[in-house]
């Protein structure tokens, strides 16, 4: 995701220090300056943005040996859009002001061909002016940029989005499987749902991946496992029944048991098809 959304800034004219785990990576970005560690990225910026894969990967980034926070300058801004706890967003963001910075929470919709085309759904957590500011980046990666609230609720908005998203791609995968074992033609049963009521994004961008059984990721059902663990453990906080989320969280936990978890998050469909003893288009 980190790749595609540094290139689309590269593109629309900013200049970028960049660092990832894997030099080899940051070394492919044409136009961008590689650091060595964090620190160096932010002794060198003013607006830093961050995208990894869970809390405790950006706890490290931000506040680990030559992390952000050691070389942060006065008034500069720090733009956290991976998936992670709100709770832990909130606790980076007080370590932020302290050093004399501030901090968006600013995750993101909308995938791999989301970050490639710079059409990524932004929802973005934090103080008004610090939006501002980085709104132009944000309209650089994404077409929808939406602030949402103060600090840590742009990653409870992210939580509500992956609960929406896990359990279409489970019921488009059981209306498929019951279709299909009824006698209709998996594109037929797509063609129809997509016209009415049921219509949804699923099954526009998942269509191939769930006809052609091809689960090449696209998001990983690991990735969705964790986000989904971060929506249950927001729900728990807050005191909120999340009860089929918890039997999708199950689902993508079997498939990852089974040595799926590194493909995509549609082959939620293989389980359902298991489970009823019958492959659609079969």
């Known amino acids: 995701m980190g790749k595609p959304m540094a290139e689309n800034l590269i593109e629309a004219g900013y200049d970028l220090v960049v660092y990832n785990?894997?030099?080899e990576k940051a070394e492919g970005l044409d136009g961008a300056t590689v650091a060595d560690t964090p620190i160096e990225v932010a002794e060198q910026s003013g607006i830093i943005i961050t995208m990894l894969p869970d809390s405790p990967?950006?706890?490290v980034v931000l506040d680990g040996e030559d992390g952000l926070l050691e070389g942060i300058k006065e008034g500069a801004l720090i733009v956290d859009m991976s998936t992670i706890s709100p709770v832990v967003t909130e606790e980076l963001s007080e370590k932020a002001k302290e050093q004399g910075a501030s901090m968006l929470d600013a995750p993101v919709s909308g995938g791999d061909v989301g970050a490639i085309e710079g059409t990524l759904s932004?929802?973005?957590?934090?103080?008004?002016?610090?939006f501002k500011r980085a709104r132009p980046l944000f309209e650089a990666m994404g077409g929808t940029v939406t602030h949402v609230g103060p600090v840590?609720?742009?990653?409870?908005?992210?939580a509500a989005n992956q609960i929406v998203v896990a359990l279409t791609i489970e019921a488009v995968s059981e209306a498929l499987v019951l279709g299909s074992k009824g006698g209709v033609k998996p594109e037929k049963i797509l063609d129809v749902l997509g016209g009415g009521l049921a219509g949804n994004k699923v099954m526009e961008v998942k269509r191939e991946k769930l006809l052609s059984h091809s689960f090449d990721p696209g998001f990983r059902v690991e990735l969705h496992h964790k986000d989904l663990g971060i929506a249950l453990a927001a729900g728990r906080e807050y005191g909120v029944a999340l009860p089929v989320t918890a039997v999708v969280d199950q689902m993508l936990e079997t498939l990852?048991?089974?040595g799926r978890g590194d493909q995509d998050h549609s082959a939620l469909l293989t389980l359902i098809e298991e489970s009823s003893g019958h492959e659609i288009g079969s």
Request: aromatic letters at 0%.
């Open 152 to 158: 840590g609720t742009g990653q409870v908005v992210k």
């Open 122 to 130: 932004i929802m973005v957590g934090g103080g008004e002016e610090d």
């Open 21 to 23: 785990r894997t030099r």
């Open 256 to 258: 990852k048991m089974r």
């Open 57 to 59: 990967q950006v706890e």
